[in-house]
């Protein structure tokens, strides 16, 4: 048995636009996902999240079943339209409620949440209104709203996160347009991603000068990155793989731990990377008290050919490859999940030693982590032994990490139950819980059963 430390912090995480449902119940206002998803083509077998795993309407016993599971942790997120129905003005009342309960439920199940205030459903409103957040604009109501949710529910929350991903808005929402609000640039998402660093960091000064003192707790981001791993051992290709990393991760933290953009970014975009003020690096340098990462796969980073130029990527998107002069690829061995996602657990454990070394052995938090696969109902039983040992494999690698010295707190499963997964609408099963999306009933998998005992022991 390999031990973690005593206060590991073991969970799951969902993100309300991808279970919640009752999209225009009870005050709230349309996001940018209720919008996108009514565009013709852009989901498969064009699902919504209108209903969802229709847990506005269960969540008292969408908690009761992670209390049996065991669970001591639950990140979720508010949904800003449920808060603000277009993103500012007045508040809803019954979101706060709605909120309230969850919050309430869980602590009365011993159960810690842990609260996203973003998981990229921007209200309508300041899409169509003011650009989204192409306008510095919406940074200051972002704060706005954030200022309001450490007011109601601060005294019980005591981890929150600005942001999820913020990668994933600024390229899949503002670059390849495959996420709302849809938009095609390679300008604008460097815009975007300036923004909601801004954003970031005026809402960590709110909770710090204004709540922090009073009921304590913790305030940090959380971003995405896959491993690159060189091809070779070139000189080349473990520079392309350095600066893979830097465009995908380093461009949102090193503002956050170094006060400023990596320095290949500033050499290879000019202006189209925005310059920080002096008020925004005090704002965003040192504004994290844990490094959130979100982590699925790895891939292979070559310096891309002269004669070529900078390819697209057949695997998935590492950015704006032509300002990255990268070339990623896959070892056709290695194990895919049904999103096509390598399984390398390896590569893990190298990214918690890059994020260790770069930062000065920062506190980690894995706030996602898990896999799709074709999971099927038999029985009233899923049977699910890939995704079993997928968790084992990145499990260890978590625990060799630490035994090597760095500072992981803390690991949260992606996700409690299957749900509307996006752009792929209904189809990927990432959950811990089966959910037949006609009855809305849940069915519990192996690894559930996995899972939960790793929590209860607290070892692998």
């Given amino acids: 048995m390999k031990t973690f430390p005593t206060h590991f912090t073991w969970g799951t995480a969902t993100a309300s636009y991808q279970i919640e449902g009752a999209w225009r119940n009870d005050g709230k206002g349309p996001s940018i996902w209720d919008a996108f998803t009514q565009i013709p083509g852009k989901i498969a077998n064009g699902d919504t999240g209108e209903v969802a795993c229709d847990h ?166 959380t971003n995405n990155c896959d491993w690159r791993e060189p091809k070779t051992d070139s000189p080349s290709d473990k520079a392309a793989a350095q600066r893979a990393l830097e465009f995908f991760l380093a461009w949102f933290t090193d503002p956050i731990y170094l006060g400023h953009y990596p320095a290949c970014m500033r050499e290879r975009l000019g202006d189209r990377l925005p310059e920080f003020t002096d008020e925004d690096i005090s704002l965003i340098k040192g504004s994290s008290d844990f490094f959130g990462l979100n982590h699925y796969t790895t891939m292979f980073a070559a310096e891309s050919r002269p004669d070529e130029g900078a390819k697209d990527n057949p695997y998935g998107n590492g950015g704006i490859s032509e300002d990255q002069d990268v070339d990623l690829s896959i070892d056709p061995d290695w194990t895919f999940t049904t999103m096509g996602w390598a399984v390398v657990p390896w590569g893990c ?36 032994p890939e995704r079993t040992e997928f968790y084992r494999g990145y499990l260890n690698a978590c625990h060799d990490a630490i035994t090597a010295g760095v500072d992981l707190r803390g690991y949260f499963a992606w996700t409690l139950m299957d749900n509307f997964e996006w752009a792929r609408g209904y189809v990927q099963r990432f959950g811990l819980h089966y959910v037949d999306f006609a009855t809305g009933e849940r069915y519990a998998k192996d690894s559930m059963h996995y899972f939960a005992e790793v929590a209860k022991n607290n070892a692998v």
């Fill in 349 to 384: 454990q190298k990214l918690l030693h890059w994020i260790d070394e770069r930062y000065g052995r920062p506190p980690i938090v894995i706030t996602e982590n898990g896999c799709a696969l074709a999971d099927q109902l038999v029985d009233g039983r899923v049977h699910d």
């Fill in 56 to 221: 506005y309407h269960r969540m008292e016993a969408d908690v009761a079943m992670m209390a049996a599971l065991g669970l001591k942790a639950y990140r979720f997120s508010i949904a800003w339209s449920r808060i603000y129905p277009t993103g500012r003005g007045e508040v809803n009342p019954a979101g706060i409620a709605f909120y309230d309960r969850l919050i309430d439920t869980l602590i009365a199940h011993d159960i810690t949440p842990w609260v996203t205030l973003y998981h990229w459903d921007l209200p309508s409103s300041l899409q169509v209104e003011l650009d989204g957040w192409l306008n510095p604009i919406v940074a200051d109501h972002f704060a706005t709203y954030a200022q309001t949710c450490f007011q109601h529910f601060g005294d019980r929350v005591k981890h929150w996160i600005t942001f999820n991903e913020p990668w994933v808005i600024s390229i899949m929402g503002y670059g390849n347009g495959e996420f709302a609000p849809g938009r095609v640039s390679n300008r604008e998402p460097y815009q975007v991603a300036h923004q909601l660093l801004r954003a970031h960091g005026k809402a960590v000064q709110i909770f710090r000068t204004q709540f922090q003192p009073e009921h304590g707790g913790q305030i940090g981001i």
